[in-house]
């Protein structure tokens, strides 16, 4: 089986960085996933991680580190649009099934 | 742009209607996913699909069945809905090669009464 865990929610200010971290346990690890959601809406990708380290795409960068089980997602100059649900998603070897975190609800403030 | 389509945005239905769920991709990708998505639980696999005629269960696939008679089109079929089936139901498609990521449709809201 696999264990994904998420911290729940964070508020911060519009303008800012914030780090959003996702802790994993699975065997035969074979990539990790961050998806974005709005309320009400589905989720959108954003980025894979599947070797370690940072992997840049504009303002979100994420990170990977398979031997402690560890990620984050870095969003830099916050924008009120970016309050959202994040979701860390991982996938095993042998399958094309992903293993969802129960998403991390980031609020942003003016 | 790849479109994944979902029949209903919202649906309402009454304790024990059979009820389907209908998804369409317009790529000719293999690999598609239903999702049931609830507050506090996430999102979590009920069926998925590598091809036509193919199904594999998911995580939590009591109470539901599935049907790809066509590469485009995977359906999610609640035999006898229930309240406890209440939920956001999301449909996903991946293409079959590395780094298989998944695209999702709008989801159908269902509320079972």
């Known amino acids: 089986g696999q264990n994904i865990d998420q911290p729940t929610e964070m508020t911060a200010t519009e303008g800012a960085i914030v780090q959003i971290n996702c802790t994993y346990q699975t065997s035969g690890f074979n990539g990790l996933f961050w998806y974005q959601q709005h309320a009400g809406e589905a989720p959108t990708f954003l980025s894979y991680n599947v070797l370690d380290g940072l992997e840049e795409k504009g303002r979100f960068s994420s990170f990977l580190s398979r031997s402690k089980g560890y990620s984050y997602l870095l969003l830099k100059e916050l924008q009120m649009k970016d309050s959202a649900s994040y979701l860390c998603?991982?996938?095993?070897?042998?399958?094309?099934?992903?293993?969802f975190g129960k998403g991390n609800q980031v609020v942003v403030i003016p | 742009d790849v479109k994944v389509t979902q029949s209903s945005r919202y649906l309402v239905k009454r304790t024990g209607e059979k009820v389907f769920l209908e998804c369409v991709q317009d790529?000719?990708?293999?690999?598609m996913f239903w999702y049931r998505q609830d507050p506090g639980l996430g999102l979590r696999l009920i069926y998925f699909s590598y091809d036509v005629k193919m199904k594999e269960k998911g995580d939590i696939p009591e109470g539901y069945s599935v049907s790809r008679e066509k590469k485009e089109r995977f359906s999610l079929i609640l035999e006898s809905a229930s309240t406890n089936q209440t939920s956001m139901y999301l449909c996903?498609?991946?293409?079959?090669?590395?780094?298989?990521?998944?695209?999702f449709g709008p989801g159908t809201r269902l509320t079972v009464t």
């Open positions: 790529m000719d990708h293999e690999n």
């Open positions: 996903a498609r991946s293409e079959g090669v590395h780094p298989y990521e998944q695209y």
């Open positions: 998603a991982v996938r095993q070897y042998g399958n094309n099934r992903l293993a």
